[in-house]
């Protein structure tokens, strides 16, 4: 059994979908995604959308922390890390969507 390993998509599908292919051309049967499938790029509603069917057929899917201050933004002056509140304006548009697949 082949594994393909995903991280730090932050919203890039078109680079999603590039590898997702190679790694099938390769022969992966089993996909896990380590997070942050959100913030910076262009289609975080797909990337999202994208990796909620994959997991509905077996994939491992696992919550990062950009998908996790979308949930939960922190507030000015406060950081989570090394990130801060400047950093969670860049995920206003994914929270939506984050948050609609928590329902």
Same mark, same amino acid.
């Given at each position: 059994m082949k594994l393909a390993l995903f991280s730090d998509l &932050? /919203? *890039? @599908?078109? #680079?999603?979908? #590039?590898? @997702? /292919?190679h790694a099938r051309e390769q022969g992966a049967s089993k996909i896990a995604v380590l997070g942050d499938l959100v %913030?910076? %790029? #262009?289609n975080p509603g797909e990337v999202v959308d994208r990796c909620m069917a994959l997991? #509905?057929? %077996? /994939?491992?899917?696992?919550? %990062? *922390? &950009?998908?996790s201050l /979308? @949930?939960?933004p922190i507030t000015a002056g406060k950081t989570m890390g090394c990130l801060t509140a400047f950093d969670t304006d860049l995920m206003t548009l994914c929270s939506y969507k984050v948050r609609e697949s928590e329902s």
């Open positions: &932050h /919203a *890039n @599908l078109h #680079a999603f979908n #590039a590898c @997702l /292919a %913030g910076y %790029g #262009a997991q #509905a057929q %077996g /994939a491992i899917v696992i919550r %990062g *922390n &950009h998908e /979308a @949930l939960r």
